[in-house]
C-alpha cells in the first residue's frame, strides 16, 4: 500500500479514474437502457403471442347452444371442447356463473383463478393479461416460474356465454431476459478494465509533455539556463503552453544574464573607490602628515564616498525598475511643474559650467487643464534630472540647453538637447548601457554611467520610452515619450514595467 499510495495521488491516476469512471457511468447507463428495452420487447412479443393463440381458440370452441327462441323442436348441438393442441398452454372454460365448465388435461385437477379484473371482463369486452406467481404458479406448472394467465369473456348471440382463462409459462422469458441480464453484467466489468487501461495510457501519452517540463525545469541551474523544452508537433493546448514556457526561460535566461552583467559591473565601480579609499588610508598611517595633507586625504574621502553614495542610488533605482517592482507612490504629476523642479535642481550645476537651461512649457489652451502624467513624482523627476545633467556634461560653456515639453495625441514628449560634440556613430546604441561612458577627453565631469540607463528604465516602467539622435544642426537630442494621464499606457496603467529589459 505504501508502495502504490505515490501513483494514487499522481494526476495521471486521477485522470484514469476520472475518464474509467464516466466511461462507467455511459456504460452501465446503457447496458440498462438494452436489457430495459430488450425485456419489454421480448414481454411484449410473449403476450402479442399469447393473444394470437386465444384469437385462435376461441373461434374453435363451441358451447352446448341454447335453445333457440320459438324453435321449440330444434336440439341444442354439442361443440368441440378439445381445440387445446398447443403444448405448455393451460385452458380453461368458466361459464358465465363462474362454474368451471372444461379445462385442458394439463391443468388435471388444477383450477385458473378468476380475479377482479377478470370478472370485469364481462362488461369492458377486453382481454385481461396478469401474472400469476408463487405457490399457486408452481402447484400448477411443477416448477418455479410465473404464469401468464389472459382471461377474456366470450359472449356470442347463438352460444352460451363464457369466459375463456389461458395461460402459459414465462420461463422462457425469463431466461432470455436472464441471459442478456449476464452478459451486460460480464461485459460491463471487463469493457471498464479495458477502459481503464486505456485511459492509463493515453493520460500518460496526454501528460508526457509535463514529464519533459518538469525534467527540463530539473536540469535548469545557474550554469545550464539554456535548455528548452520540445515543443510537439500541433497547436494544442500543449504545445501552447511548451511554447510560452519556452519563451519564459528565453526572459528569465536573459533577465538572469542581464543580472550577472550587472553584478559584475556594479562590483567593478565599486571596488574602484574603495581601492581608493583603502590606498590612501594605508599611505596615510605608513608615516606622519601635515595638516594640509589631511586635509586633502579627508577631501578625497568626501569626493569618493559622494560617488559610492551616488552609485549605490543609481543602483538601488535602476534595480527597481528593471524588476518592474510596483510604483510605491502613483498619482497625477503635472508635467510643467515636474520640468521646471528637475531644472532648478541641476541650475547650480549648469551655472558651474557656465551652460543656460531654456526650459519650453506644454501650457493649456482655453479651458483645458494643465497635462499631467500618472506615476511616481520622484523618479519622474530623478529622470529629467538626468537627461539635463547628461546635456550639461557635454555642453561647451556658453551654450543652451534645451529642454521642449509638447502633447503628441495622448502622449506627452519631453526633448533634451545640448550642443556638444555629439555621440560617435558606433556609440549611439550603447549609451543607455549600464557603467557606459562615452569617451570625451574635454569633460571633467564624473559619473557613474549609470544615468542614462535609469532613464530608460523609469521611462518604461511608466509606460514609456526614450531614444537617441544626433541633431542635424550639432550635439545630441534625447526624448522620452510617455502616456498621459487617463490615456491607455503600455502597461495597463497598473505602475508595472513593460517587461523590456534594460
Same mark, same amino acid.
Given at each position: 500500500?505504501?508502495?502504490?499510495?505515490?501513483?494514487?495521488?499522481?494526476?495521471?491516476?486521477? !485522470?484514469?479514474?476520472?475518464?474509467?469512471?464516466?466511461?462507467?457511468?455511459?456504460?452501465?447507463?446503457?447496458?440498462?437502457?438494452?436489457?430495459?428495452?430488450?425485456?419489454?420487447?421480448?414481454? @411484449?412479443?410473449?403476450? %402479442?403471442?399469447?393473444?394470437?393463440?386465444?384469437? $385462435?381458440?376461441?373461434?374453435?370452441?363451441?358451447?352446448?347452444?341454447?335453445?333457440?327462441?320459438?324453435?321449440?323442436?330444434?336440439?341444442?348441438?354439442?361443440?368441440? $371442447?378439445?381445440?387445446?393442441?398447443?403444448?405448455?398452454?393451460?385452458?380453461?372454460?368458466?361459464?358465465?356463473?363462474?362454474?368451471? =365448465?372444461?379445462?385442458?388435461?394439463?391443468?388435471?385437477?388444477?383450477?385458473?383463478?378468476?380475479?377482479?379484473?377478470?370478472?370485469?371482463?364481462?362488461?369492458?369486452? @377486453?382481454?385481461?393479461?396478469?401474472?400469476?406467481?408463487?405457490?399457486? =404458479?408452481?402447484?400448477?406448472?411443477?416448477?418455479?416460474?410465473?404464469?401468464?394467465?389472459?382471461?377474456?369473456?366470450?359472449?356470442?348471440?347463438?352460444?352460451?356465454?363464457?369466459?375463456?382463462?389461458?395461460?402459459?409459462?414465462?420461463?422462457?422469458?425469463?431466461?432470455?431476459?436472464?441471459?442478456?441480464?449476464?452478459?451486460?453484467? $460480464?461485459?460491463?466489468?471487463?469493457?471498464?478494465?479495458?477502459?481503464?487501461?486505456?485511459?492509463?495510457?493515453? =493520460?500518460?501519452?496526454?501528460?508526457?509533455?509535463? #514529464?519533459?517540463?518538469?525534467?527540463?525545469?530539473?536540469?535548469?541551474?545557474?550554469?545550464?539556463?539554456?535548455?528548452?523544452? %520540445?515543443?510537439?508537433?500541433?497547436?494544442?493546448?500543449?504545445?501552447?503552453?511548451?511554447?510560452?514556457? *519556452?519563451?519564459?526561460?528565453?526572459?528569465?535566461?536573459?533577465?538572469?544574464?542581464?543580472?550577472?552583467?550587472?553584478?559584475?559591473?556594479?562590483?567593478? %565601480?565599486?571596488?574602484?573607490?574603495?581601492?581608493?579609499?583603502?590606498?590612501?588610508?594605508?599611505?596615510?598611517?605608513?608615516?606622519?602628515?601635515?595638516?594640509?595633507?589631511? +586635509?586633502?586625504?579627508?577631501?578625497?574621502?568626501?569626493?569618493?564616498?559622494?560617488?559610492?553614495?551616488?552609485?549605490? +542610488?543609481?543602483?538601488?533605482? &535602476?534595480?527597481?525598475?528593471?524588476?518592474?517592482?510596483? &510604483?510605491?507612490?502613483?498619482? %497625477?504629476?503635472?508635467?510643467?511643474?515636474?520640468?521646471? +523642479?528637475?531644472?532648478?535642481?541641476? *541650475?547650480?550645476?549648469?551655472?558651474?559650467? @557656465?551652460?543656460?537651461?531654456?526650459? /519650453?512649457?506644454?501650457?493649456?489652451?482655453?479651458?483645458?487643464?494643465?497635462?499631467? $502624467?500618472?506615476?511616481?513624482?520622484?523618479?519622474?523627476?530623478?529622470? /529629467?534630472?538626468? !537627461?539635463?545633467?547628461?546635456?550639461?556634461?557635454?555642453?561647451?560653456?556658453? @551654450?543652451?540647453?534645451?529642454?521642449? /515639453?509638447?502633447?503628441?495625441?495622448?502622449?506627452?514628449?519631453?526633448?533634451?538637447?545640448?550642443?556638444?560634440?555629439?555621440?560617435?556613430?558606433?556609440?549611439?546604441?550603447? /549609451?543607455?548601457?549600464?557603467?557606459?561612458?562615452?569617451?570625451?577627453?574635454?569633460?571633467?565631469? #564624473?559619473?557613474?554611467?549609470?544615468?542614462?540607463?535609469?532613464?530608460?528604465?523609469?521611462?518604461?516602467?511608466?509606460?514609456? +520610452?526614450?531614444?537617441? =539622435?544626433?541633431?542635424?544642426?550639432?550635439?545630441?537630442?534625447?526624448?522620452?515619450?510617455?502616456?498621459?494621464?487617463?490615456?491607455?499606457?503600455?502597461?495597463?496603467?497598473?505602475?508595472?514595467?513593460?517587461?523590456?529589459?534594460?
Amino acid at each position: 500500500m505504501v508502495r502504490l499510495w505515490p501513483h494514487l495521488s499522481t494526476l495521471r491516476f486521477k !485522470l484514469t479514474a476520472l475518464y474509467t469512471i464516466v466511461f462507467g457511468l455511459l456504460l452501465i447507463s446503457l447496458g440498462v437502457a438494452i436489457v430495459t428495452a430488450r425485456e419489454r420487447d421480448l414481454r @411484449e412479443q410473449f403476450d %402479442e403471442r399469447l393473444r394470437d393463440r386465444v384469437g $385462435v381458440i376461441v373461434e374453435e370452441i363451441a358451447v352446448p347452444l341454447k335453445p333457440i327462441s320459438g324453435d321449440r323442436g330444434s336440439t341444442p348441438k354439442r361443440g368441440r $371442447v378439445n381445440p387445446f393442441r398447443f403444448p405448455g398452454y393451460f385452458f380453461q372454460v368458466r361459464l358465465a356463473d363462474e362454474s368451471v =365448465a372444461y379445462r385442458s388435461k394439463n391443468l388435471e385437477d388444477h383450477t385458473l383463478p378468476l380475479s377482479d379484473a377478470g370478472r370485469a371482463s364481462q362488461r369492458t369486452k @377486453e382481454m385481461i393479461l396478469e401474472t400469476i406467481r408463487g405457490t399457486e =404458479a408452481s402447484s400448477i406448472l411443477g416448477v418455479h416460474s410465473p404464469l401468464r394467465l389472459l382471461t377474456v369473456f366470450y359472449n356470442d348471440p347463438e352460444t352460451q356465454p363464457f369466459f375463456l382463462q389461458t395461460a402459459v409459462s414465462t420461463l422462457q422469458v425469463d431466461r432470455s431476459v436472464g441471459r442478456l441480464r449476464r452478459v451486460v453484467l $460480464v461485459t460491463v466489468p471487463v469493457a471498464l478494465a479495458v477502459a481503464g487501461v486505456v485511459s492509463w495510457l493515453l =493520460a500518460g501519452r496526454a501528460l508526457a509533455p509535463i #514529464k519533459r517540463v518538469a525534467r527540463a525545469a530539473d536540469e535548469m541551474r545557474a550554469d545550464r539556463f539554456t535548455a528548452r523544452i %520540445e515543443a510537439p508537433k500541433g497547436r494544442d493546448e500543449v504545445a501552447n503552453m511548451i511554447a510560452r514556457l *519556452n519563451l519564459m526561460f528565453d526572459r528569465l535566461s536573459n533577465s538572469f544574464l542581464s543580472q550577472e552583467r550587472f553584478i559584475a559591473d556594479a562590483a567593478h %565601480e565599486l571596488k574602484t573607490p574603495l581601492a581608493v579609499l583603502l590606498g590612501q588610508a594605508q599611505l596615510l598611517l605608513k608615516q606622519d602628515r601635515t595638516s594640509e595633507e589631511y +586635509d586633502s586625504f579627508v577631501t578625497n574621502i568626501q569626493d569618493e564616498v559622494r560617488m559610492l553614495a551616488q552609485t549605490v +542610488d543609481s543602483l538601488l533605482t &535602476l534595480a527597481r525598475a528593471e524588476a518592474g517592482i510596483p &510604483l510605491q507612490e502613483v498619482g %497625477e504629476i503635472y508635467i510643467n511643474e515636474m520640468i521646471m +523642479d528637475a531644472v532648478e535642481r541641476c *541650475n547650480p550645476v549648469a551655472t558651474q559650467r @557656465e551652460v543656460q537651461l531654456v526650459p /519650453v512649457l506644454a501650457m493649456p489652451e482655453g479651458d483645458e487643464t494643465e497635462p499631467a $502624467v500618472r506615476g511616481d513624482g520622484g523618479l519622474l523627476q530623478l529622470m /529629467v534630472a538626468n !537627461l539635463i545633467r547628461n546635456a550639461i556634461r557635454y555642453s561647451p560653456a556658453g @551654450e543652451a540647453i534645451d529642454i521642449a /515639453v509638447r502633447l503628441d495625441g495622448g502622449e506627452f514628449v519631453l526633448a533634451v538637447r545640448d550642443r556638444g560634440p555629439g555621440i560617435p556613430a558606433e556609440f549611439v546604441d550603447r /549609451v543607455f548601457d549600464r557603467f557606459f561612458r562615452a569617451p570625451d577627453p574635454q569633460s571633467s565631469f #564624473k559619473g557613474v554611467g549609470l544615468g542614462l540607463t535609469i532613464v530608460r528604465g523609469v521611462a518604461r516602467l511608466h509606460g514609456g +520610452d526614450v531614444t537617441v =539622435a544626433n541633431h542635424p544642426d550639432g550635439g545630441c537630442e534625447f526624448t522620452v515619450r510617455l502616456p498621459l494621464a487617463g490615456q491607455n499606457s503600455a502597461d495597463g496603467g497598473t505602475g508595472r514595467a513593460t517587461g523590456h529589459q534594460a
